[in-house]
């Protein structure tokens, strides 16, 4: 398994002007409701030139799509980016999820509106707002979300104080 570094992900991203919002459990942990991830969720930008720009990083990144059949190969290039919205990803990194709309209604340009910029050791980017976790948390109604929701609610309680 290839080591986790999330900076290099978003490092590499960010060099190649991908436009993009971090969900999941980094975007929660910069926030201050901290579970164990071993991911970067990203949810990307779908307009013109976006796929070109992403397939550029993920080729840096050495992507491949998770689980494949033995002999099977997926060239991820703009165009099957195109046809795809959602890819589950292996990387030189660690694994990378990239959706498109990882609830209905919240795209890039809805995550965007409303997320924060985050500063992290070497790279600044987006993450998504707590209340836009909470609702994909909800959408994706998986058992781990229940106490996710839950946590989140919480520190956004701690802040608001």
């Known amino acids: 398994m290839d080591p986790f570094d999330p900076q290099a992900l978003i490092a590499a991203l960010n060099r190649h002007g991908v436009r993009y919002v971090v969900i999941g ?5 910069v926030q201050g409701a901290i579970w164990a991830t071993t991911d970067l969720d990203i949810c990307y930008a779908r307009g013109a030139g976006d796929h070109e720009r ?22 991820l290039d703009a165009r099957a980016l195109r046809r795809g919205e959602t890819w589950t990803l292996l990387t030189d990194f660690g694994r990378l999820d990239i959706m ?3 609830a209905p209604g919240l795209d890039y340009e809805t995550l965007a509106a409303s997320a924060r910029s985050f500063v992290g050791q070497h790279e600044t980017y ?29 520190v956004r309680q701690e802040l608001q104080r």
């Open 25 to 29: 459990g980094i975007a929660g942990g």
């Open 54 to 75: 992403l397939a550029t990083a993920l080729a840096e990144l050495k992507a491949r799509p998770v689980d494949l059949p033995l002999g099977v190969h997926v060239r």
């Open 100 to 102: 498109g709309e990882p």
């Open 126 to 154: 987006l993450v998504a707002s707590l209340e836009d976790l909470i609702t994909m948390k909800r959408a994706a109604g998986r058992a781990k979300d229940g106490g996710h929701i839950e946590l989140i609610q919480a």
